[in-house]
């Protein structure tokens, strides 16, 4: 199942990226888990992630090094990758968001959880979510959404926008090539629950703002609905949206 949440107790502390303090162990988990989700996903995921992958750089061998990741980013997006020690709270990573800003966990999971771990690590972060933010389109959408999220006021706002996060950022689903691709992190990340969104068991339905806004959802199990775009535009029109009613109030 999913290993992230975007709102939790804040254990973050700012911290830095010591690339050079990572073990031969460690890269080796890395190439292990690119390894295993790479050849699915060139026949399952978005085209926008597969070219994203290449145009950030990310090798199958070792972890990415942030600041080589981020010189490439700046030039095609403006977005950077910046290192969290753990969860932050739902507003302080909207804010992030916001400003073009992913935080982006450092630490790596262990050799023995390859398959689950609670907490997000840096294979969940970097391989499962920047690739998106190379792409002009999705990387509006995501300013725009942590913008939006961040003026949100109550629980209740706070909470239908964790739903729009997680039906499209966490969990989305596109149209393309002929069939529905994944271009959520959750799914890019996880063979478990890509198996999942792609199988019989999981329910798809047209991607529409009030059936996202109003669709609870469980972290600790494999999701039996998920909603499909057309296109990422339809992302930002979403959002674009969701700001509206937000200012509009009830």
Request: hydrophobic content about 45%; aromatic content about 10%; some cysteine.
């Given at each position: ?22 073990t031969d162990e460690q890269h080796a988990v ?221």
């Amino acid at each position: 199942m999913h290993d992230a949440l975007i709102h939790q107790v804040d254990e973050s502390a700012p911290v830095q990226q010591h690339w050079s303090d990572y073990t031969d162990e460690q890269h080796a988990v890395w190439a292990t888990l690119y390894q295993r989700r790479m050849p699915a996903l060139r026949a399952t995921a978005s085209d926008v992630f597969l070219k994203g992958v290449e145009a950030i750089g990310l090798e199958s061998e070792c972890i990415p090094d942030l600041a080589v990741l981020n010189h490439r980013l700046a030039k095609r997006t403006g977005w950077k990758a910046v290192p969290v020690g753990g969860f932050l709270p739902a507003n302080e990573f909207f804010h992030a968001l916001a400003r073009r800003e992913f935080p982006t966990t450092v630490t790596i999971r262990p050799a023995d959880r390859l398959d689950y771990v609670p907490e997000p690590d840096i294979f969940h972060d970097v391989f499962g979510h920047v690739p998106l933010h190379a792409d002009p389109v999705f990387a509006d959408f995501l300013q725009r959404f942590g913008g939006v999220a961040a003026r949100s006021t109550g629980a209740e706002d706070t909470e239908r926008m964790a739903r729009l996060f997680w039906f499209t950022v966490e969990f989305g689903l596109v149209m393309e090539r002929d069939g529905v691709r994944a271009y959520g992190s959750g799914l890019i990340s996880s063979h478990a629950d890509a198996a999942n969104a792609l199988g019989p068991a999981c329910e798809h339905r047209p991607f529409d703002l009030d059936a996202v806004l109003n669709q609870p959802f469980k972290i600790d199990e494999l999701q039996p609905v998920l909603f499909v775009v057309r296109d990422f535009r339809e992302l930002f029109a979403a959002v674009t949206e969701a700001d509206a009613r937000l200012t509009a109030g009830p």
